[in-house]
């Protein structure tokens, strides 16, 4: 397969940031704009968002409220089901 170079101009930060979202998925940028241009040439049109697994605003925020319940001296702590049924009387 013969290839060819393929020069874009993008913004400084885009680059760096899809840099490192590529690094995290194990990919060069190469690679990923291979995936992109082959998956579009299949699908004949825009293919797919590739992502990673980010918790969305009510859930960090769900995550931050458990840390912070967790580390409180002031909050009751259960140390088996059996000692959180006994508490909540079921």
Do not use: C, H, Q
């Not at 913004?11 to 990923?32: H, N, S, V």
């Not at 004949?44 to 001296?73: H, M, Q, W, Y």
């Amino acid at each position: 397969m013969a290839t060819t170079n393929l020069n874009i101009r993008t913004d400084k930060d885009i680059k760096e940031k899809a840099d490192r979202i590529f690094a995290e998925l194990g990919l060069t940028m190469t690679t990923a704009v291979n995936m992109f241009l082959r998956t579009a040439i299949r699908e004949n049109g825009i293919p797919f968002a590739l992502k990673l697994d980010v918790p969305n605003k009510v859930t960090k925020e769900a995550i931050e409220e458990g840390r912070r319940i967790a580390e409180d001296s002031n909050v009751k702590s259960y140390y088996s089901i059996e000692e959180l049924k006994e508490a909540l009387e079921v």
